[in-house]
């Protein structure tokens, strides 16, 4: 499972289980906090497989 | 000179007197004239004539004492001058006198440059009275550090500085997670201070949960913010709940939140790890909230957002 991903120059590590908030959008727990993922962002297609 | 013979002829009255020569005195000689003695007369305008308008010096004979006139006229002149010295001055009344200052009346002069003259006892008592130049800190207080000199308005730091306000804003539409209103903060991150946050939340419409939230980011949009607070679910209608989470800064400028990651309630924190966040920059505070219910409707009816320095 993909365990990091970089947004905006800054790259995470997951740390936690993500939570699904609703059709377009992820709490990801990192190691810089829960970072709100939609999916205008590259790193949400990997964490919904979508 | 002409003369004549007053004998046969006749002979003015005259006076005779013991003063002067004068003019119209008239004098009787005897010369001789061709062996003959010839009586003539000569009046005094022609001797003081002969003899020029006055007597000449050298031309008088006699003594200095004889000399009545003269000795009147000496007598009526100043006697000799002894001289005195070079500080003395000779007074009208015919004295020597030390010459200083207080013989023109400035017996006070000491003559002091006007830069160097001092003030007078009532000028210095008066000064005396006045307020020593302020030094702030020494001699006026400051306050919260800040110095009371100058001109303008000093801005007091109290130590506590509201940064933003935000009323009345509705969430209506959406399950989603919603960004209802969002603020510049980069100004007020400074080291070693916190930030609190509160906000009263009120149903209006419908009885699903809402979840009211705080995230920060570099921008004002939701998209890649982190979560730094969830604030206590309503869902009754007309429910109202109060929130209130703070924020440390470290002197790295990382900010402590309490863990979002659970729903803390009114002024209740959860007890598990909070997170370290690197607080973005620029960094701007939003508020945001997910109705589960898209056709319910929320107010923040108000929120404050205040730094502790």
Redesign the interface.
């Known amino acids: 499972m993909l365990n990091t991903f970089t947004?905006?120059e800054i790259e995470y590590t997951i740390t936690?289980p993500i939570?699904v908030?609703?059709?377009?959008?992820l709490?990801v727990?990192t190691d810089?906090?829960?970072?709100?993922?939609?999916d205008?962002?590259d790193i949400y297609k990997e964490l919904t497989n979508g | 000179m002409s003369t004549f013979n007053w004998w046969g002829d006749w002979r003015p009255t005259l006076t005779p007197h013991t003063g002067n020569l004068q003019p119209t005195d008239l004098i009787e000689c005897t010369r001789i004239v061709g062996g003959a003695t010839v009586n003539t007369a000569i009046t005094g305008a022609q001797i003081i004539a002969a003899s020029g308008s006055s007597a000449t010096w050298g031309g008088i004979t006699g003594t200095l004492s004889a000399q009545t006139d003269l000795q009147s006229a000496l007598n009526g002149k100043e006697p000799s001058i002894t001289a005195g010295t070079t500080s003395q001055y000779y007074r009208g009344d015919k004295t020597f006198q030390t010459l200083n200052k207080s013989a023109v009346g400035l017996g006070n002069v000491d003559n002091t440059s006007d830069a160097n003259k001092p003030v007078s006892t009532a000028t210095s008592t008066a000064l005396g009275l006045k307020q020593d130049t302020l030094v702030s800190g020494t001699n006026i207080k400051t306050v919260n550090g800040s110095s009371l000199l100058g001109s303008g308005n000093i801005s007091v730091n109290s130590g506590v500085s509201l940064i933003a306000k935000k009323t009345m804003v509705t969430q209506t539409g959406s399950s989603a997670i919603v960004l209802i209103a969002s603020e510049d903060i980069s100004s007020y991150i400074v080291s070693n201070s916190m930030i609190q946050v509160t906000a009263m939340y009120r149903k209006t419409v419908g009885a699903s949960n809402y979840t009211p939230r705080l995230y920060v980011n570099t921008s004002a949009t939701l998209v890649g913010a982190t979560l730094i607070a969830n604030f206590g679910t309503i869902g009754a209608l007309n429910l109202i709940n109060d929130n209130v989470a703070n924020f440390a800064i470290d002197a790295s400028g990382n900010l402590y939140a309490p863990s979002p990651a659970l729903v803390s309630n009114t002024r209740y924190l959860n007890t598990l790890a909070g997170s370290i966040i690197t607080i973005p920059s620029p960094c701007f505070l939003i508020w945001a909230g997910q109705l589960t219910n898209s056709a319910d409707a929320v107010v923040m009816l108000n929120s404050n957002v205040i730094k502790y320095a």
């Open positions: 947004y905006n936690g939570e908030i609703s059709d377009t959008q709490h727990p810089k906090g829960i970072i709100l993922v939609d205008t962002m």
